[in-house]
């Protein structure tokens, strides 16, 4: 991280997912809280929730992530990222990638 940008935070919960974007002296600048409905909407709009909260305070420097699982945490791994054998229904093959980057 540079020292200046931002930290995008995401608590993803089975019912719900809060996502927030905070200074790194822990000043939060936006948050929003939003069902956990299937990847693709969820995915959708964390997305435009950062996008927005970027676009408003600055460019985003890493993301903090907290969340139901498993997901595959090996860097070196092709499925980084990805919920594996969640008992969470269709979250099984989701990337956290795809709606934050890589």
Avoid: C
Wanted: proline letters at 8%; zero cysteines; aromatic letters at 10%.
């Amino acid at each position: 991280m540079s020292g200046q940008g931002l930290i995008g935070a995401v608590e993803a919960g089975g019912t719900k997912f809060v996502l927030a974007l905070s200074t790194q002296q822990g000043e939060i600048l936006a948050r929003t809280r939003m069902p956990t409905n299937t990847p693709g909407e969820t995915w959708l709009a964390m997305r435009a929730f950062f996008e927005q909260a970027s676009a408003e305070h600055g460019p985003i420097d890493a993301f903090g992530v907290a969340s139901f699982g498993p997901i595959d945490i090996d860097p070196a791994s092709p499925a980084y990222g990805t919920f594996t054998t969640t008992p969470k229904p269709g979250w099984a093959g989701a990337r956290f990638h795809d709606a934050l980057g890589q």
